[in-house]
């Protein structure tokens, strides 16, 4: 059974730009989360996923957008790139809407660096 | 609001020596806890979770934590570290399955040979 898949792995972007990342969540599976990882303010909470609704949100601007599709796949974007965006991109699967009682996986989540 | 504290950014110790690594948290309702592990350029690997039931929570890789209420505390500990343990541990906290997780800042554990 494949895993969660992100991609790209590695993205290189300009300051103002905007970008798209992507998660294929494992088969079956119908929530999606993402986090953002950097070294000064560790991971935090995105937004999450669940059947097509977005059910959570974090506290981050409106620059950051994301959106889930009817096979559960997941997209998430960002305008007007700062450099302060760099970071590793999580996201996380799981089958059901209770994530945190059933088993949730992880990707290896996608480097955004913006220069 | 939850919240997450692990104590110490970088622990070593010897191969074969007791890991403990340290995490209290702060939660107003009954929390769900969690260990994952990071390895350099990877994602999330979840070691152990508590949620109901049994306080002392056995994981993968011989990593077990113990749910202690009374000191808000879920410390994850391994008899006799591995070379193959050195990585980034990370205690998370949420309250329902239905909530994202909040995460600690992580500690790094070294493995000295």
């Known amino acids: 059974k494949a895993g969660v898949t992100q991609t790209p792995r590695y993205l290189i972007k300009t300051r103002g730009q905007q970008v798209t990342l992507s998660c294929s969540p494992i088969?079956?599976?119908?929530?999606v989360s993402w986090y953002q990882q950097t070294p000064g303010q560790g991971l935090q909470f995105l937004f999450e996923y669940f059947s097509e609704t977005q059910r959570n949100k974090g506290n981050f601007p409106g620059r950051f957008s994301g959106r889930q599709f009817s096979n559960s796949r997941s997209e998430m974007n960002v305008s007007t790139l700062e450099l302060g965006d760099s970071a590793l991109y999580l996201c996380a699967s799981s089958s059901q809407a209770d994530q945190w009682n059933t088993e949730a996986f992880f990707g290896q989540g996608t480097r955004l660096t913006v220069v | 609001a939850q919240s997450v504290t692990q104590l110490g950014s970088h622990v070593s110790v010897s191969e074969g020596a007791l890991v403990l690594l340290r995490c209290n948290y702060s939660s107003s309702v009954p929390p769900y806890l969690f260990w994952y592990v990071q390895y350099p350029n990877q994602g999330l690997q979840l070691l152990l979770k508590y949620t109901t039931g049994a306080t002392l929570v056995k994981g993968i890789n011989g990593f077990e934590a113990e749910f202690k209420k009374s000191e808000t505390s879920f410390h994850l500990t391994k008899p006799s570290a591995h070379m193959s343990d050195a990585a980034e541990y990370f205690c998370a906290v949420t309250h329902s399955g239905n909530t994202p997780l909040v995460f600690g800042k992580g500690t790094r554990l070294s493995v000295i040979a």
């Open positions: 088969s079956g599976h119908r929530s």
